[in-house]
């Protein structure tokens, strides 16, 4: 720790007799002012401002910030390592990725900040600056000992319990299709552990969130139908009223969310949707014909974010499809089509390379006539590991991958707008050249 000569407040605390009252006083603020800097440094430096966690015990934590330093020790991931600074520049480089400075068991060191959500895992949980109380909306919520779906589950919160939140996660992460935070809470009946935030509205006062009697929130997913439902349900009003009509929805079908709503009596339910489109001809527009829009109970449905991860988990795929689907489901935006994934394998020099035609799904729950705005989409990826990378990826009308040759053919038809004539296919052919596919 670094010491302040003792000599410098004994100066400032002598005092000569024939000086005034004021200039005491101004003496004693100077030393007020320099004490106060020195205790706020040293109880800075060393009162952590959060904790964090890693997947991995690779992590090395360095002297100094900066990768020419020399590692001080490796992060054990079996303890939480606490934060003591952030945003610390790199000693090498204006334009470095910044630092973090941390300790574990008396040590301390510093580690990358663009490390969060690599492969190690890191986590930084820092104290939550406002709406430190959160309300569970989903039918139960687990509570783990550790930030990730591999922790050990302490308990299971109910609908509408109360939690305070302790720390909450700054990095998001993935799971099932659900990008969200962890949060260090502390139950009702005094457990201590993490959730994940998604499932949990927050707010100031727990008595405020108590006493909404009904939570009606947006929300995005995908609902496969258990058992089909006689009727759907409108809330208006503070009411949940069933709907007049039979309800068109069947048994084994997958729905769009587009809302959930949790009752006083802490019974959930989603808003689902439900439509038909058609398209007479190429030039015609889309029309859309809505069957079924209304709340359905959670106990006639499974749920997830994405609708890949919810199809996969009903209807399971071989290891091979399965991890293509969910390499391109990360970027999280317009969701596969399981069914139509046509995954085809080549070789060349010892690597292995496979090439994935799909559709994304459309959202309609069948298209009459004309294609409604699908399109064929191809991706090519070259196996590194047990890791796939992307070497190749476009879409168009209909795509072809012809194994004789290792070329991928794209036809495109021009759309019935601008100043190409309508209707005309025009065909792209792509080559292998030994470790991608470029244009012929």
């Known amino acids: ?96 990725t910044p630092w973090l400075k941390i300790r574990q068991k008396d040590k301390t060191g510093f580690i990358q900040e663009e490390n969060k959500g690599s492969k190690y895992g890191i986590q930084i949980f820092l104290a939550p600056i406002k709406e430190r109380f959160g309300i569970v909306t989903a039918t139960q919520l687990l509570l783990r000992d550790y930030p990730g779906s591999e922790g050990k589950v302490l308990g299971k919160l109910k609908t509408r319990e109360t939690v305070e939140i302790l720390a909450e996660g700054q990095n998001k992460v993935n799971i099932d299709g659900n990008s969200g935070t962890w949060a260090k809470v502390k139950s009702n009946d005094g457990k201590i552990g993490f959730v994940f935030t998604p499932y949990i509205m927050r707010g100031e006062d727990p008595n405020i969130l108590l006493a909404q009697k ?74 859309v014909t809505v069957l079924a829009e209304g709340y359905i109970s959670s106990n006639l449905v499974k749920t997830a974010k994405r609708y890949p991860s919810l199809y996969i988990s009903i209807h399971p795929q071989d290891s091979l499809k399965k991890k293509i689907i969910e390499k391109i489901d990360q970027s999280g935006g317009k969701e596969v089509d399981v069914e139509s994934v046509q995954v085809s394998t080549f070789k060349h020099k010892g690597k292995t390379y496979y090439v994935a035609i799909l559709r994304y799904i459309s959202g309609y729950s069948s298209c009459d006539g004309f294609s409604c705005g699908e399109y064929d989409t191809v991706f090519a ?55 991608r596919f470029e244009k012929d």
Request: charged content about 25%; some cysteine.
């Open 1 to 96: 720790m670094k010491i302040i000569p003792i000599d410098i407040f004994r100066h400032l605390l002598i005092f000569h007799p024939l000086e005034t009252k004021v200039l005491k006083l101004k003496h004693y603020s100077i030393f007020l002012f320099f004490l106060n800097i020195f205790l706020t440094s040293q109880f800075c430096a060393t009162v952590p401002k959060g904790f964090g966690h890693v997947s991995s015990n690779d992590l090395k934590a360095f002297r100094n910030p900066s990768l020419k330093s020399e590692v001080v020790f490796s992060i054990d991931k079996t303890n939480p390592y606490e934060v003591l600074a952030t945003n610390i520049k790199d000693l090498n480089s204006t334009n470095g």
């Open 381 to 435: 990826f070259s196996k590194v590991g047990n890791n796939l990378e992307e070497i190749f990826a476009n879409e168009g009308d209909h795509v072809y991958f012809h194994e004789d040759d290792l070329s991928i053919n794209i036809d495109r038809i021009s759309p019935p707008e601008g100043d190409e004539t309508s209707g005309v296919t025009t065909q792209i052919v792509y080559k292998f050249n030994g470790s």
């Open 214 to 287: 009904d939570l009606e929130m947006r929300e995005e997913g995908w609902v496969y139908i258990l058992e089909a439902p006689d009727k759907l349900y409108d809330f208006k009003n503070g009411k949940l009223k069933a709907q007049s009509k039979y309800a068109d929805i069947r048994s084994e079908e997958f729905l769009p969310i587009t809302g959930r709503l949790v009752r006083s009596d802490g019974k959930v339910y989603f808003k689902v949707y439900k439509a038909n489109a058609s398209r007479p001809g190429f030039e015609d527009d889309v029309t």
